[in-house]
């Protein structure tokens, strides 16, 4: 059952590919009635708008560059100003650097939420741990449907004949992400890149772990748990 509206602040999932990030993300969207801010969409978004932030974006990923700080964060600062935003939001993608987190810190410490609410403004930072070989067959178990798109894992939730599409008989395929060597690669950047922004928040004792080799519904638990002792403070 979701909660009545309140002011929850930013949540932050940190997590590998695989972790379940994306449907834990959903499900706190329902429960506490605060949106998905996805940095990817943002971008996309302000691409097509063609505004000062997105031609330069565009720029740059045209050269096949990562999008700078300077133009990431002022579109994240943008996006989570709108009104739907404040009792607070989930931050998919950002912060992908420990510079980002910083800045995020600094921007919601000094503008967001009415400090006379006794609020705190700064960001509920939970991490998904799973084991590296229950990430493997979650990822690598996966194949889907060219037709009508329905996703299974041959590990976990496969199809009742074996390769073929419940819903219409399609044999399924494994998609070029899905392949063991490139989900290694991604599984290491991942542990690179993002590594340093878990640092950060346990530097700042704000980092938050659940066990993400749990059951879905588990998982959600321990995450609604972790927010709502967050709103008790």
């Known amino acids: 059952m979701a909660v009545e509206s309140s002011i929850v602040g930013p949540v932050i999932l940190l997590g590998p590919p695989g972790a379940g990030k994306g449907t834990q993300a959903k499900r706190v969207e329902l429960q506490y009635h605060i949106p998905q801010i996805s940095t990817g969409d943002i971008l996309r978004e302000n691409v097509k708008a063609n505004t000062p932030l997105g031609h330069s974006a565009q ?32 931050l998919d993608g950002f912060p ?55 996703i299974y894992n041959v590990h976990l939730q496969p199809p009742k004949v074996d390769e073929l599409c419940d819903d219409d ?34 530097q700042k004792g704000r980092l938050m772990s659940v066990n993400g080799d749990l059951p879905v519904d588990q998982v959600t638990a321990q995450i609604f748990c972790i927010i709502d002792n967050s709103l008790r403070r």
């Open 59 to 90: 720029e740059v990923m045209a050269r096949g560059q990562l999008v700078p700080d300077e133009l990431v964060n002022p579109m994240v600062a943008v996006r989570v100003r709108e009104p739907d935003c404040d009792h607070g939001f989930i």
């Open 169 to 202: 008989g399609t044999k399924l395929v494994i998609r070029n992400d899905d392949r063991e060597e490139v989900i290694r690669e991604r599984l290491t950047a991942y542990v690179r890149q993002t590594q340093p922004v878990a640092d950060y928040y346990e």
């Open 96 to 150: 992908r650097t420990a510079a980002q987190a910083g800045w995020l810190d600094a921007f919601l410490d000094h503008e967001f939420f009415d400090k006379s609410l006794h609020v705190n403004g700064l960001p509920i930072v939970i991490r998904l741990d799973v084991d590296y070989n229950e990430l493997l067959l979650r990822l690598t178990g996966r194949r889907s449907c060219p037709t009508c798109g329905r």
